[in-house]
T-cell receptor, first 116, second 111 residues
Framework: DAGVIQSPRHEVTEMGQEVTLRCKPI?????LFWYRQTMMRGLELLIY????????DSGMPEDRFSAKMPNASFSTLKIQPSEPRDSAVYFC??????????????FGNGTRLTVT | KQEVTQIPAALSVPEGENLVLNCSFT??????LQWFRQDPGKGLTSLLL?????REQTSGRLNASLDKSSGRSTLYIAASQPGDSATYLC??????????FGAGTILRVKS
């Protein structure tokens, strides 16, 4: 299995521009998570989906952030408009149901976003 | 609200030494606890997962323990190697599928 695939690996954009981050979870996994990592706040859960349905988006910082999961193999996290304080590494992770509640979480390699 | 603390924040040891990383949490109502490793510029790799009903898990030179009553977990690394240098994070899985992460311990093993 190729693991969780994120694109792009790096994104540099100017303030005010729209940014779209993409994620392909591991095939067969039914839960998908978006995390943000910064030096100041560590890893923060932004939103997670079960069976393509958003379950908890309480971590989404502002209305500028939105996430979709149109099917089981693809999700996007969009920031519009972007701001310099959005600069961080954004991780996608997926979780299977093989071991039920004790399935391990699998992370992608992240997208490093820099907003100038 | 669950709070997860990892001590120490950073650790530097000579190769071959045994070491212990600590993770403490405030709410024992958890499904499981997971230890991850993160290398620079990479995502997180799951090392060990301890179910709430278990006391420990072992994988190779790694041993993780869980004491829910005291709100603590330890990750023991035996005979450390330079390749073990990374950031180690613990995460607790709460009801509702959320994982709450600690800030991590940065480990450096010197050759």
């Amino acid at each position: 299995d190729a693991g969780v695939i994120q694109s792009p690996r790096h994104e540099v954009t100017e303030m005010g521009q729209e940014v779209t981050l993409r994620c392909k979870p591991i095939s067969g996994h039914n839960s998908l998570f978006w995390y943000r990592q910064t030096m100041m706040r560590g890893l923060e859960l932004l939103i997670y989906f079960n069976n393509n349905v958003p379950i908890d988006d309480s971590g989404m910082p502002e209305d500028r952030f939105s996430a979709k999961m149109p099917n089981a193999s693809f999700s996007t996290l969009k920031i519009q408009p972007s701001e310099p304080r959005d600069s961080a590494v954004y991780f996608c992770a997926s979780l299977g149901a093989r071991w039920g509640l004790n399935s391990p979480l699998h992370f992608g390699n992240g997208t490093r976003l820099t907003v100038t | 609200k669950q709070e997860v603390t990892q001590i120490p924040a950073a650790l530097s040891v000579p190769e071959g030494e045994n070491l212990v990383l600590n993770c403490s949490f405030t709410d024992s109502a958890i499904y499981n606890l997971q230890w991850f490793r993160q290398d620079p510029g990479k995502g997180l790799t799951s090392l060990l997962l301890i179910q709430s009903s278990q006391r420990e898990q072992t994988s190779g030179r790694l041993n993780a323990s869980l004491d829910k009553s005291s709100g603590r977990s330890t990750l023991y690394i035996a005979a450390s190697q330079p390749g073990d240098s990374a950031t180690y994070l613990c995460a607790l899985r709460e009801y509702g599928n959320k994982l709450v992460f600690g800030a991590g311990t940065i480990l450096r093993v010197k050759s």
